[in-house]
């Protein structure tokens, strides 16, 4: 009843941390080792017999953004707490890849042991590579759908020739890890609250007189006021052939898409009377889609939010959400 820990995604310059963490109680699979050592295919095979066999399992994940703001060793103490909590049955002892206990300043710090090759040796180290690599890998290809010119999907983050290509041209998304030195001379351009997919550039922060220079500016400002309100944002304006959804963000366990509507005044009426049922249903079918292509969110709650801002001499108002 060993539990075994090791992580994936250290080095990448994109993309969440992810600890694996499992107890396989005398469960024999064969193929178990160094995920690093085996096929796109294999992995996922033996994936499946890990999920199906093993006594417990579970995966602690840091986002970019959790990691810039307390480093690469304080998030992988963070993601290990975070798997472990997720195991819920005994164990008799605790076996961490490396040389690093994570869990050191936890109750379980005292039943750890460290090895290096770990995931070589033991099986249990050997399994939880292998489902923390999985989970990440499939999060960085369902990222291919948000980020399409990155080509997350091919290097699961890493500096890549054709990935610093992009970022030259491009900038950096919200799920870059600015703290890395090859993009600490982003992190000033880096606003996870704004991100426009059409654009890419930080020059939709910008706001001039023109009609969709001031609608840029609004969804700017409905955006950081969610973030204000604990919201983390995910995309925006992320379009389909029918549909654009201006905003969408996560916060606890609910997924949101927001419909930003502004007016220079409300003579006519006001954001929220532009939205009949044939834009909800729009909008519905937008975050249905959306839902089939990244299916990380699946799981959520899901709830459409419209904003209703006013522009008053370029003065950008949010009178309600």
């Not at 909590?85 to 109750?107: H, P």
């Not at 900038?171 to 001379?185: I, Q």
Request: glycine share 6%; aromatic share 8%.
């Amino acid at each position: 009843m060993i539990l075994g820990i090791d992580e994936a995604g250290r080095g990448p310059w994109a993309g969440p941390l992810v600890v694996g963490a499992v107890v396989l109680g005398g469960a024999y699979i064969s193929g178990l080792t160094d995920s690093k050592k085996l096929s796109k295919n294999k992995r996922s095979q033996i994936y499946r017999e890990i999920v199906n066999m093993a006594k417990s399992y579970n995966t602690g994940w840091v986002s970019a953004k959790e990691l810039d703001e307390i480093g690469m060793s304080a998030a992988l103490r963070l993601a290990s707490i975070r798997a472990v909590k997720g195991i819920r049955i005994s164990y008799s002892e605790i076996i961490i890849d490396g040389t690093v206990n994570f869990l050191a300043e936890t109750g379980k710090g005292n039943y750890v042991k460290t090895m290096p090759k770990a995931d070589l040796l033991i099986p249990s180290v050997s399994a939880a590579s292998i489902i923390a690599k999985v989970e990440r890998d499939n999060y960085m290809e369902e990222l291919d759908n948000l980020y399409e010119d990155y080509k997350f999907g091919s290097n699961a983050g890493y500096g890549t020739e054709k990935h610093r290509l992009a970022i030259e041209k491009l900038g950096v998304t919200p799920e870059h890890r600015v703290s890395f030195k090859p993009l600490n001379k982003y992190a000033k351009d880096l606003n996870r609250s704004i991100f426009c997919r059409n654009s890419y550039d930080i020059s939709c922060k910008k706001t001039t007189k023109t009609t969709k220079q001031i609608g840029d500016a609004a969804e700017n400002s409905v955006s950081e006021k969610l973030m204000n309100n604990g919201h983390d944002i995910i995309a925006r304006n992320w379009r389909t052939r029918y549909c654009e959804i201006d905003i969408i963000s996560k916060k606890d366990n609910t997924l949101y898409f927001t419909e930003v509507k502004y007016r220079k005044n409300n003579n006519f009426g006001d954001g929220f009377d532009a939205i009949d049922s044939r834009k909800e249903k729009q909008i519905r079918f937008a975050a249905e889609l959306f839902l089939s292509r990244v299916s990380y969110f699946q799981d959520l709650d899901i709830k459409l939010l419209v904003a209703n801002v006013i522009n008053d001499v370029n003065n950008i108002t949010i009178l309600e959400i």
